[in-house]
């Protein structure tokens, strides 16, 4: 149940700690998502939640949810404005190249009948940037701290695959695919004018402490 995963509420807001394989929304294929969950989301109110962005369907951690219309508009606002911070941690198939740095590299949709569509790196595609950071290795694969300056479909798949040339672990479109994707939404930040900013920190899932990476030692933040 979503509503044991529950990280942050108050009387605007929720942030759901949504775990890997459960869609934001109900797909063609029709299998469940966060959707057939509002329901049992209200908390009390006559209004269901609204959820205000999206997560990949194999990305776990922080999805942000409204819970009036007007929050909604203020949160997606500040989406639009880039003033949300946002953290994801991954696990990329060997070590980038330094400890830090910045991916920037316009992205775009290409599309073919053999293997549908993805995001392709295109320099007259939308801009898109992507923060880095080296946090631990393991056995030839590295943990990466990624704060996404913009908020382009696939950005830190493709900025891991394409621009540090090292592929999320389990991506099935930019990497070798897997029983896992290990991506993520590891922290977020909301400002709001006249209260305390929405924060919440989801905890590394089990398919990352599998991977050889746990919660001890990583202290980077939204």
């Not at 998502?33 to 109110?45: A, K, P, Q, T, W």
């Not at 900025?159 to 939404?185: E, T």
């Not at 909301?190 to 001890?216: C, H, M, Q, T, Y």
Request: with cysteine; aromatic share 6%; proline share 6%.
């Amino acid at each position: 149940m979503l509503s044991d995963r529950l990280l942050f509420i108050d009387a605007e807001a929720m942030v759901l700690d949504k775990p890997a394989g459960l869609g934001v929304t109900t797909g063609r294929d029709g299998r469940l998502s966060v959707e057939n969950h509002l329901d049992s989301l209200r908390y009390g109110f006559q209004r269901q939640p609204s959820t205000v962005h999206r997560l990949d369907r194999d990305t776990s951690g922080c999805l942000l949810l409204a819970r009036n219309p007007k929050a909604h508009r203020r949160f997606s606002a500040a989406f639009e404005a880039g003033e949300v911070k946002k953290l994801y941690l991954a696990v990329v198939e060997g070590v980038p190249d330094g400890e830090a740095g910045t991916v920037d590299m316009a992205l775009g949709k290409t599309s073919t009948r053999d293997a549908g569509w993805r995001i392709v790196p295109d320099p007259k595609g939308k801009a898109a940037r992507t923060h880095w950071q080296l946090l631990a290795v393991n056995e030839g694969r590295a943990l990466i701290a990624f704060r996404p300056e913009t908020g382009r479909t696939h950005q830190i798949r493709v900025h891991a695959a394409s621009g540090l040339g090292c592929p999320i672990v389990g991506d099935p479109v930019y990497g070798r695919g897997g029983p896992a994707m290990l991506l993520h939404a590891r922290a977020l930040s909301v400002p709001r004018a006249n209260k305390e900013p929405i924060v919440a920190k989801s905890p590394l899932p089990e398919s990352f402490v599998a991977a050889g990476f746990g919660d001890e030692g990583i202290d980077a933040d939204a």
